[in-house]
C-alpha cells in the first residue's frame, strides 16, 4: 500500500490541509494542532476564568473555518484561517497568524484536554475579537509554545495494551478491575521508566492513520431507504491516508489489528525507513454528522455516524458506543525529523493477533466520572 494524503491541522478542530511532504516530530507532523480555540468562561466570584477546548461535535459551527498554511508546508511562515460564511456571497473573511508564534511574553492559561492538563498561551486580542465574532461566545487563540501533556492510560507505545474481544463483565467494575491491574503491571514491570511519550493539543495520540478501502466500505454501507451520500475523509480528520497498491491489496477495517508501519525502505539515500507505532483504535463522535456546508447537523438520513454503527463497528468496549475508524499513533524514536510523502509505500511491520481495548481514565468507558 501507499500513502494517498497527508493532512495537517494548524488549529485543533479547523478543517485542516493537504500537503504533499510532511516532518515526522515527537507530536506529529509538523505545524499540526500547535494552536486550539478555547471557550471563555468567567468565574462568578471573580478570579480567574475557565478555558474550554472547542471541538467539533461540540460546537459544530467550527467546520465552517478553514485553516491554510502559506505560502506552503515547505517555507511555512503564516497560518491563514478563514471563516466560510454560509449562505452567502460575501468574501469570506479571515485571520492571519505565524506558524510559530514568539510565546514567551504571552500570558498563560491553564487548559485540560481530556483530563490531561497543560497550558497555552494567550494569542491576544486581534484573535479574539475575530473567533468571538463568528463563534458568538467569548473565545481566545491559543498557542501549545512548549506545553506538553501526559499520555494517560495505554495509549503510549511503552504502555501495556491489553486486548479483549468480549465486553467486560460487570461494566464499570470490569473497567475497574481491568485499570487496576494496568496500574499494577506498570508499576512492577517498571513500564514507563524508558522513553517518555507526551502530546501538546492532539486528543489521545499525535496521528491519525485511516485508508481508503475503509471509506469506501463505509459510504456502499447505506441502507435501501437511504439517499446516496458520501462521507468525504477529511471528516475523519486523519493525518496519513493509506490506499492499495495493487487490486484486493487491502481489505476495509484491517487496520483495526495494525501495530507497526514502516513508511520506505532502508535506502539511507531515501531517508531510509520511517515507523509510526500504532497503539489505539479511534471512537467516532457525531462530528461525522456535521454538514460543513451550513456548521449544522445533518438531518437523519444523511448522519454517516449512524450508518458506521449499523455497520458493526462498536468493535471496542473502551469506547462503549463509539463506532471505530481508523488508527491512533506515535512516531517511533529513530523517526523523528525525517520525511514521508505522498505516494510512498507503507508496509504493515507489526499486527495484533486482537483488537486492542482503549483505555484512557476519565474517557474510556466506564471510567467516567459521575455528574
Known sequence: MK????????????RGCSVPTATLTPYGLKHDRKYMIVRVTPSPDSTSPTYESQYVGRVDSLC????????????AKVVRVTYNTPSSNDENPYVEFPIAADYKSL???????????????????????FFTKYLGYPAKLVYVGDATREVKGNLAPNQTHLTKENDFDGGGKGWFIFGFFTWVLWCLLGW???????????????????????????????????????????KMRPNIVLEPSAPEEMVPFEEDYWAELKVGGDEEEKGGARKIELTGNCG?????????ETGKQLPVHGQMLKRLSDMKR??????????????????????????????EEVTVTKKNE???????????AGTKPQK
Open 3 to 14: 500513502i494517498k494524503e497527508l493532512y495537517v491541522y494548524p488549529v485543533k478542530s479547523l
Open 192 to 234: 514507563g521508566r524508558g522513553a517518555k511519550y507526551t502530546i501538546q493539543f492532539a486528543d489521545v495520540a499525535p496521528v491519525l492513520v485511516a485508508s481508503t478501502v475503509s471509506l469506501e466500505e463505509l459510504n456502499s454501507g447505506k441502507r435501501e431507504d437511504e439517499k446516496e451520500l458520501v462521507l468525504d475523509i477529511t
Open 354 to 364: 486482537e483488537r486492542t481495548i482503549f483505555y484512557w481514565p476519565g474517557l474510556s
Open 284 to 292: 467516532r463522535c457525531k462530528s461525522l454528522n456535521v454538514d460543513y
Open 64 to 75: 465552517l473555518f478553514s485553516a491554510s498554511i502559506l505560502p506552503d508546508y515547505e517555507n
Open 314 to 343: 462498536r468493535v471496542d468496549t473502551g469506547h462503549g458506543y463509539s463506532p471505530i475508524f481508523g488508527r491512533y499513533g506515535f512516531i517511533a524514536k529513530d523517526s523523528l525529523e525525517k520525511e514521508v510523502r505522498v505516494g
Open 107 to 129: 500570558k498563560k492559561v491553564d487548559l485540560s484536554i481530556h483530563l490531561s492538563n497543560c497550558v497555552g498561551y494567550d494569542m491576544g486580542s486581534e484573535y479574539e475579537e
